[in-house]
């Protein structure tokens, strides 16, 4: 089965057997185990090396004076954490771990002998910078202009294509392990407000969320909540998130023509 970081960047570039061979051994390179709630990287330190998450969740986040914290991302397999790491002699933000994960420590030297001689990852890579950059503006506009039931669906949407593309759904479930302070610190939002949102969510049928199983019955509908329009992931097999896949829906739902 590729890896999910080959599964990550076969989503914006097609890679030929030799790159699919390098990247394997990329996630290969020397492995650490990082504790639930333990930092992998921290705000301020001069980063060494670039680091590939190959199993577990983690977050991107900041932390003010006084102690309160905004997570501006989260990190799955097949997440560099990240290219920049090559320029910045100081970290800006710090990752940490959600849950235990595995991460692949990989160079400088080694990544960069792979972007000058692999240009197809190369370009993959840059693909996938430009897609970072993209999911962070979304996730300015889901805390500066959706409410709170809007915010949740979409951080949902989201996340479950995320992982959908390095294959680590099953049918229409996946592993969601973050606490609803994990979602209060994403979204901009308070735990009380973040548990109503998701008991509405629930009331309504577009979710079950349990022992940190996510389950959405309906794509469709949990995006019409959230006002999702994926396109920002710049997934290629979208379709059955797409006009093609309410079609295709209804086909098996007997409610289509």
Known sequence: MRNALTRRLEEYTALTDTDRRELARLSEQSMHIVQPRRDLLR???????????????????????????????????????????????RMDHSVGAITRMKVAEISREVFRRV??????????????????????????VNIGQ???????????????????????TYGFSCDFPPTQNDI???????SVHVNRSIQELRRRGLISLERQMLTIPNMLALQQVGLFNPEYLHHRMLDRHTDF?????GLLDGTDG
């Open 43 to 89: 705000e301020g330190g001069a980063p060494r090396s670039l680091y590939l998450i190959v199993e577990g969740w983690g977050c991107h986040y900041r932390t003010l004076e006084n102690g309160r914290r905004q997570i501006v991302d989260f990190a799955i397999p097949g997440d560099l954490c990240d290219l920049n790491l090559f320029i910045l002699d």
């Open 115 to 140: 972007v000058t001689t692999s240009p197809n990852i190369t370009t993959a890579l840059w693909w996938q910078e430009l897609v970072s950059k993209s999911i962070h503006r979304e996730w300015i």
């Open 146 to 168: 959706r409410n709170a039931l809007e915010r949740i669906a979409h951080l949902l949407c989201e996340m479950f294509l995320r992982l959908e593309s390095v294959g680590l």
């Open 184 to 190: 209060a610190d994403a979204t901009g939002l308070t």
């Open 245 to 249: 896949g309410r079609t295709e829906q």
